[in-house]
Each structure stands twice: as structure tokens, then as C-alpha cells.
């Protein structure tokens, strides 16, 4: 895991739409062991032939950065890198991703 990025619940802020696509690219491009930026943000996930487990854990791990619950089908609701960025963005902090709460 790439150590360089915080968890996005030490801030009280919803992280932005470019934060949480920086993210997600490092995470796809260290799992699939390519360069960041071969990864297109308008791209399907499905294009990068990501497996149901490998999502469910990608959707998993994006939960614990933002510090809020996210469905599983996250990545098929939404199923473009922008398309979750941007979603993300736009949802209000919860009270479990609050500095007191972590």
C-alpha cells in the first residue's frame, strides 16, 4: 500500500474529487503493477479487469481512506475512476469520519 496517502477521515472535510481519484489511481497502478499514468480516469474499471475480489477489497480499503461505509457495488454503480470521484466528493462527512471519532 502506498504510504503516501493519509486517511481522508483525519480531516473533517470531504476529501475532493481529484483526491480520491489520486488515490484510486495509485491503488490500481500498485495492484496491477503499472504506471499511474497509464490509468485513464474515464476508463471502465472493467477495462482493467479487475476480478469481483479485487474490487470488493478496493472498495474496502477506499472505505477505511474516506472513513465512511460504501456499498460493494460501489465500483459498478459508478464505473469509471471519475465517476466514483466525483459521486464521493460530493457526500457529506459522516459522524464516524470525524477527527473525534478516529
Not at 484510486?24 to 497502478?29: N, Q, T
Request: with cysteine.
Amino acid at each position: 500500500m502506498n504510504d503516501n496517502f493519509q486517511p481522508a477521515h483525519s480531516q473533517s472535510v470531504t476529501p475532493t474529487a481529484q483526491a480520491i481519484m489520486n488515490w484510486l489511481i495509485a491503488r490500481i497502478s500498485e495492484n496491477l503493477n503499472v504506471e499511474p499514468a497509464s490509468i485513464d480516469k474515464d476508463e471502465p474499471f472493467a477495462s482493467y479487469a479487475l476480478g469481483s475480489v479485487q474490487s470488493v477489497s478496493l472498495v474496502a480499503d477506499l472505505e477505511d481512506w474516506v472513513g465512511q461505509q460504501l456499498p460493494a457495488t460501489l465500483l459498478w454503480d459508478h464505473p469509471t475512476l471519475a465517476d466514483v470521484s466525483n459521486f464521493l466528493a460530493q457526500q457529506p462527512v459522516s459522524v464516524a469520519a470525524t477527527p473525534s471519532s478516529c
